[in-house]
């Protein structure tokens, strides 16, 4: 069993949508979570950053953390067609800080005009 | 300002051969990290190099081994390539102060093992 599981996809939504992307964990010892976007042929590009458990919210982004149940989730509201990308969650240890970073497989979101 | 530059961008190279990435990290940045991304997978933690030296290592073969020079940019070398090792080789920087978080990808560069 991975670590952190992530369904792949692909998720399409119509453009103005609310998107909800999930990840599991078994890792209690996780502390820091973090959600990046990936463009084809890109690198990954932080979007949102948690620690601990909790709501964070950063313009049409909401990042939730729910330890008790090793569960967290990116919402995107009024999703544009420029929000298609594969969107993974990462998460570390106390440890091993922000350097260490365990990823999902990534989500594809497509999102149609 | 210049982020994550990484080189070559593509690479085809035969099974049993040897073969150097390289990296230069975001302007500030002191500490350098790698990750392998499989097709289709989320990227796996190889190693993380600050000051010049391995601080952490990842779940991989020795065939895989770094660098870092005094300007803190990185080398990455893989010997005795094997077809398993195609993938997108992701290079991060960041600071290694406790209050930096989060990294700085570059774009990669795609091993082709043939």
């Known amino acids: 069993q991975k670590e952190v599981e992530q369904d792949p996809g692909p998720l399409s939504v119509p453009e103005g949508a609310i998107v909800s992307l999930n990840c599991t964990y078994s890792n209690s010892a996780f502390q820091y979570f973090m959600w990046y976007r990936q463009y084809s042929r890109k690198g990954p590009e932080l979007l949102m950053y948690t620690y601990s458990s909790g709501n964070k919210e950063d313009g049409r982004f909401t990042a939730q953390v729910d330890k008790s149940s090793k569960y967290i989730s990116l919402f995107i509201r009024d999703s544009q067609p420029s929000d298609s990308a594969t969107y993974l969650c990462?998460?570390?240890?106390?440890?091993?800080?922000?350097?260490?970073?365990?990823f999902g497989t990534g989500t594809r979101l497509l999102v149609s005009p | 300002d210049a982020g994550v530059t990484q080189s070559p961008t593509h690479l085809i190279k035969t099974r049993g051969q040897q073969v150097t990435l390289r990296c230069s990290p975001k302007?500030?940045?002191?500490?350098v990290s790698w990750y392998q991304q499989a097709l289709g997978q989320g990227p796996q933690f190889i190693f993380q190099?600050?000051?010049?030296?391995?601080?952490q290592r990842g779940n991989f073969p020795d065939r895989f081994s770094g660098h870092q020079f005094p300007n803190y940019s990185s080398e990455l070398n893989v010997n005795a390539l094997l077809l398993g090792d195609s993938a997108l080789y992701l290079c991060?920087?960041?600071?290694?102060?406790?209050?930096?978080?989060?990294?700085?990808f570059g774009s990669g560069t795609r091993l082709t093992v043939v």
């Open positions: 190099y600050y000051e010049e030296e391995e601080r």
């Open positions: 302007s500030g940045h002191d500490t």
């Open positions: 990462a998460m570390s240890e106390p440890n091993t800080g922000f350097q260490k970073l365990v």
């Open positions: 991060a920087s960041s600071r290694q102060v406790k209050t930096s978080y989060g990294y700085t």
